[in-house]
């Protein structure tokens, strides 16, 4: 037996020959002629030295020997049809590296779902996390630094899906509450941006949603707020609103629920809309990686 490939044609040959008691039925299922069946049992005794047939007026029958060596050979072939299967299966596994961009909490964008859905249906994609501001991971997601990421845009601007580079799908819209330092509500309550604008507010990079949000609604008034502090985390914010310092957007549950348990004031005349959005570059959105991010996502999501 000079190759692997030889040895499991005589091993198939062995066990068809007994189980069928006769050469030339094994030799019709393993499509092969009658000698060069006798052949492969010739050469497969030869190889173990033991007599594994005897011939009957019917046919074969096997020897003591040849029925102690078939339920081997059987095993062998069985191994071999399950090695030969889990290959199969893993030419059509999807492996490779995926950079998600994350903002937010992980509870708002679902982000624990998500992630479970990809691993149950692509464990061979290993997932790295960059957690930064919604406008640094649209950047990131353009210059093919992440290869996914979550993005806000506000609620009446599709910068995102108007991106032709961009794959786009937008997971839910929500609402930022202007809210203030517990104590506040006389000069919150009631007041139009113009009037907010006079207060003092903690500012963010303009990275982030916050201030792209505020610059849509004080650009066009010609205000400029008083910042009085740089924050680039939401819990940064709320330990800053509830110090005292200044004004904040904050997302509306959050608001309501920190309004109720800290005595926070939310001003009631304005608010700002807003839209969670999963970006990929539209050129890659077919990648198996890719596809399988976004896959897990429409799961997580619906």
């Known amino acids: ?26 030799a019709e299922r393993l499509h092969l002629t009658q000698p060069a069946v006798s052949l492969q049992l010739k050469r497969f005794a030869e190889e173990t030295g033991l007599v594994l047939f005897t011939r009957t007026p019917h046919g074969l029958a096997l020897t003591a020997d040849g029925a ?17 299967q889990a290959a199969r299966k893993l030419q059509g596994t999807v492996r490779g590296a995926l950079r998600i961009g994350t903002i937010l909490d992980p509870e708002f964008t679902r982000l624990g779902v998500f992630l479970r859905e990809l691993v149950e249906a692509a464990p061979q994609i290993e997932t790295e996390l960059r957690h930064g501001m919604s406008g640094s991971v649209l950047a990131q997601v353009l210059r093919g630094d992440l290869d996914v990421g979550f993005h806000l845009d506000p609620g009446d601007d599709d910068q995102a899906a108007a991106t032709p580079a961009l794959s786009v799908r937008t997971l839910t819209r929500f609402t930022y509450r202007v809210v203030a330092p517990a104590g506040w509500g006389p000069q919150v309550q009631g007041r139009d941006w113009k009037a907010l604008a006079a207060l003092p507010w903690l500012a963010t990079p303009p990275e982030s949603a916050h201030h792209r949000l505020l610059e849509r609604v004080f650009a066009p008034l010609s205000l400029s707020p008083r910042r009085v502090a740089m924050v680039d985390q939401e819990a940064s914010m709320l330990d800053l609103l509830k110090s005292g310092i200044g004004l904040s957007l904050v997302r509306d549950s959050i608001a309501i629920r920190e309004c109720q348990a800290h005595g926070l004031a939310m001003a009631d005349r304005v608010q700002l809309d807003c839209a969670l959005r999963f970006v990929s570059l539209a050129s890659r959105r077919d990648e198996p990686v890719i596809a399988s991010a976004w896959d897990a996502l429409a799961k997580a999501w619906n």
């Open 68 to 84: 102690a060596m078939l339920p081997q050979a059987e095993r062998v072939l069985a191994a071999v049809g399950d090695l030969q």
């Open 1 to 26: 037996m000079t190759t692997a490939a030889m040895d499991l044609q005589i091993l198939r040959a062995f066990v068809l020959a007994a189980k069928e008691g006769n050469v030339s039925r094994a």
